[in-house]
């Protein structure tokens, strides 16, 4: 499977893994997994590495994630989410993800190497 997670309840984290190609199914798929996973608790921080990923969320894909999250948002609640991305068409489009979850409980970090997204993670939240 092209993306899997793993929730650590003693560091309050969600750990999110993309390789390859990763279909818009497969996105929602995992994200609903995780929400219902017995461990999962509201304001888990993630990180997400998607510096495997050989593919790219469109923008109606990104929409639709965003609305899922909104949805969800009482059972996700506010936290922090790092995203890791090793090209430039997959940081622009974590950008742009970044942006449209302004109106949702996530603060969104993009980032292109992993020391530097788990060093925001550990920091406060404003």
């Known amino acids: 499977m092209p993306l899997t997670y793993r929730i650590d309840p003693e560091a309050q984290m969600l750990f999110v893994v993309g390789k390859g190609a990763i279909t818009q199914a497969e996105r929602i798929e995992a994200m609903r997994a995780w929400i219902n996973d017995p461990l999962f608790r509201p304001g888990f921080n993630t990180l997400c590495d998607f510096s495997a990923a050989t593919s790219t969320p469109s923008l ?67």
Do not use: C, Y
Not at 84 to 99: C, D, I, K, L, Y
Not at 101 to 120: C, K, Q
């Open 60 to 126: 109606d894909d990104l929409e639709k994630i965003v609305s899922l999250i909104g949805q969800h948002s009482e059972a996700i609640g506010r936290k922090k989410t790092a995203i890791v991305t090793s090209q430039a068409v997959t940081f622009g489009v974590a950008r742009q993800f970044q942006s449209l979850a302004e109106s949702t409980p996530l603060t969104v970090g993009v980032f292109t190497d992993i020391g530097s997204a788990v060093a925001w993670l550990r920091e406060p939240r404003e």
